[in-house]
């Protein structure tokens, strides 16, 4: 059993979005992101087979898609295949909860 607390555990940068690994096992992978006001997660998509989601757990700002954008605020789950294009964009900080499975 493991046990995290995301805001002791991983803050914010000025540079870009801040990443922590909070999980990674043969089963799915729980990533925590952190972005100022402003910072994104570019489009991408990966080369497999499984799927993500992506948890807003404080703030507002955008799912991005190849072909459309989302609002997302506090308490949204986006959930996709991770082959389709995806990504995220801040309009205040925000703090997500991103989980892959199976992992990358």
């Known amino acids: ?3 995290v607390n995301l805001y002791e555990a991983s803050g914010f ?10 999980h990674d ?3 799915f992978k729980i990533l925590n992101f952190n972005f100022k006001a402003g910072q994104q997660l570019p ?10 989601s992506i948890v807003v757990l404080e703030g507002e700002g955008e799912f ?10 506090a308490g949204d789950v986006l959930v996709c295949d991770i082959s389709l294009p995806h990504g995220i964009r801040a309009n205040s900080d925000m703090r ?4 892959i499975a199976p992992p990358i």
């Open 1 to 3: 059993m493991k046990k």
């Open 13 to 22: 940068k000025e540079l870009g979005m801040k990443t922590f690994l909070v």
């Open 25 to 27: 096992s043969p089963y």
């Open 43 to 52: 489009i991408h998509s990966h080369d497999i087979e499984g799927q993500l």
């Open 64 to 73: 991005l898609a190849q072909d459309k954008t989302l609002p997302a605020r």
């Open 96 to 99: 997500t909860l991103v989980t």
